[in-house]
């Protein structure tokens, strides 16, 4: 039987792993092949662990992200639900101007709709019209979501630990209200050097975004973190999500939105 001293020690050990990997630039093995018997649970306080690590170091946190949401993500990497990770302010990159490949691992982007508040939302027990409320404007937005485990060899575990695979995020500069569009219909065209190599809708991202913000408001609630004015939230990729190469441009058009465009350097 473990006991709660050493469920934090593995839980310690796991998370310095991680931010290992990122001082490094190695990446490593899953967590669930080094640490046997790793819950959700053991999961998310790994990645909270991570958290405050970074905002001692001085990061502050902007928001948050939704992954896992559409059945195409879930297929891609093998799991059946919906996570969250941590967005700071060292994430947001500018639309158009040139992203350092050498602060990634193994990046990919996908594109997604994404919430700005405008006041607080605290769960549990937050409702659809509470979340709308909630919500000032949307934005069109490219996440770069980037693992920490090598080759991207993870687990629901896993991913959640390495907080939700984050890794930064663009965002358009068009912000349209929720009364002007429905984001369940929202379809968006999502390309590569102007190839394109996803389409998708609102829809995909549970049914729809505003379903993903209810989802994450209330997790995150009962963690005792309230979705806070101001913050951005990427509730999940309405497409697959695709490999970054050296000067890759990737741009999404969402009808209605607007469109986002994030550049890669070439070196």
Same mark, same amino acid.
């Given at each position: $039987?473990?006991? $709660?001293?050493?469920?934090?020690?593995?839980?310690?050990?796991?998370?310095?792993?991680?931010?290992?990997?990122?001082?490094?630039? +190695? #990446?490593?093995?899953?967590?669930?092949?080094?640490?046997?018997?790793?819950?959700?649970?053991?999961?998310?306080?790994?990645?909270?662990?991570?958290?405050?690590?970074?905002?001692?170091?001085?990061?502050?946190?902007?928001?948050? /992200?939704?992954?896992?949401?559409?059945?195409?993500?879930? /297929?891609?990497?093998?799991?059946?639900?919906?996570?969250?990770?941590?967005?700071?302010?060292?994430?947001?990159?500018?639309?158009?101007?040139? %992203?350092?490949?050498?602060?990634?691992?193994?990046?990919?982007?996908? #594109?997604? %709709?994404?919430?700005?508040?405008?006041?607080?939302? *605290?769960?549990?027990?937050?409702?659809?019209?509470?979340?709308?409320?909630? @919500?000032?404007?949307?934005?069109?937005?490219?996440?770069? @979501?980037?693992?920490?485990?090598?080759?991207? /060899?993870?687990?629901?575990?896993?991913? %959640? &630990?390495?907080?939700?695979?984050?890794?930064?995020?663009?965002?358009?500069?068009?912000?349209? +209200?929720?009364?002007?569009?429905?984001?369940?219909?929202?379809?968006?065209? !999502?390309?590569?050097?102007?190839?394109?190599?996803?389409?998708?809708?609102?829809?995909?991202?549970?049914?729809? #975004?505003?379903?993903?913000?209810?989802?994450?408001?209330?997790?995150?609630?009962?963690?005792?973190?309230?979705?806070?004015?101001?913050?951005?939230?990427?509730?999940?990729?309405? *497409?697959? $999500?695709? #490999?970054?190469?050296?000067?890759?441009? !990737?741009?999404?058009?969402?009808?209605?939105?607007?469109?986002?465009?994030?550049?890669? &350097?070439? /070196?």
């Amino acid at each position: $039987m473990t006991t $709660m001293e050493e469920s934090t020690d593995v839980r310690s050990r796991a998370a310095r792993v991680l931010l290992e990997a990122y001082e490094t630039g +190695r #990446p490593t093995a899953p967590l669930t092949e080094q640490f046997d018997g790793l819950t959700v649970e053991d999961a998310y306080a790994i990645q909270l662990e991570q958290v405050r690590s970074w905002t001692d170091a001085g990061r502050t946190i902007i928001g948050h /992200k939704v992954g896992l949401t559409s059945l195409a993500m879930q /297929k891609q990497l093998g799991v059946d639900q919906p996570d969250f990770g941590h967005l700071t302010d060292d994430f947001a990159h500018l639309e158009h101007q040139p %992203i350092a490949l050498d602060t990634y691992l193994q990046p990919r982007v996908e #594109p997604e %709709i994404a919430f700005v508040l405008r006041k607080p939302l *605290t769960g549990p027990g937050v409702t659809l019209t509470q979340a709308i409320d909630a @919500v000032d404007y949307v934005l069109p937005a490219l996440e770069v @979501v980037d693992s920490r485990v090598a080759d991207w /060899k993870i687990t629901l575990v896993d991913t %959640i &630990a390495d907080n939700a695979s984050s890794g930064g995020f663009v965002l358009g500069s068009t912000p349209t +209200r929720l009364t002007d569009v429905d984001l369940r219909l929202t379809g968006c065209v !999502f390309s590569r050097n102007s190839q394109v190599v996803g389409t998708g809708a609102g829809g995909a991202v549970l049914g729809s #975004p505003i379903s993903s913000l209810v989802w994450l408001a209330n997790t995150v609630g009962a963690f005792g973190t309230t979705l806070e004015a101001g913050h951005v939230i990427l509730p999940g990729s309405v *497409t697959s $999500m695709v #490999p970054v190469a050296p000067g890759d441009v !990737f741009t999404a058009t969402f009808g209605g939105l607007g469109s986002v465009t994030a550049v890669f &350097a070439d /070196k």
